[in-house]
């Protein structure tokens, strides 16, 4: 069992940056692939970024690509997610979530089990 606690949204205004937290409980956060995930009203949620367990690798969404930095310390038990030049549609809930389903589409909300309960981000123009 994980739990996950997501820390540091707020207001920013466009160009501005924001860095994101996500402190989990339990001795095997280490063992789990982190993603950051974001919904915005009226949409679907959609992924931002993925980290592998050991840190080594690094996935993110064309949209944040170039702007966006996802991090990890295991020591700390916690997940970052640096985002850079915030735009008005990045302006959504943002959630960490651990990955317990493997194969290649990373991307899908289903293949990961424990989630935050969310942060929100909102970027003014």
């Known amino acids: 069992q994980v739990q996950l606690v997501e820390s540091g949204g707020g207001l920013v205004q466009a160009g501005g940056s924001l860095r994101l937290s996500c402190a989990a409980s339990g001795r095997t956060f280490g063992s789990y692939a982190m993603g950051w995930f974001r919904q915005a009203p009226g949409k679907e949620r959609e992924f931002v970024a993925l980290?592998?367990?050991?840190?080594?690798?690094?996935f993110y969404a064309d949209s944040v690509k170039g702007r966006f930095t996802i991090s990890r310390d295991n020591a700390k038990n916690t997940v970052y997610l640096q985002m850079n030049i915030l735009k008005p549609e990045d302006t959504a809930v943002y959630y960490c979530?651990?990955?317990?389903?493997?194969?290649?589409?990373?991307?899908?909300?289903?293949?990961?089990?424990?989630w935050g309960q969310g942060t929100q981000v909102t970027v003014s123009s």
């Open positions: 979530a651990a990955r317990t389903r493997g194969g290649v589409y990373y991307y899908y909300t289903s293949n990961y089990g424990y």
């Open positions: 980290i592998s367990s050991g840190g080594s690798s690094t």
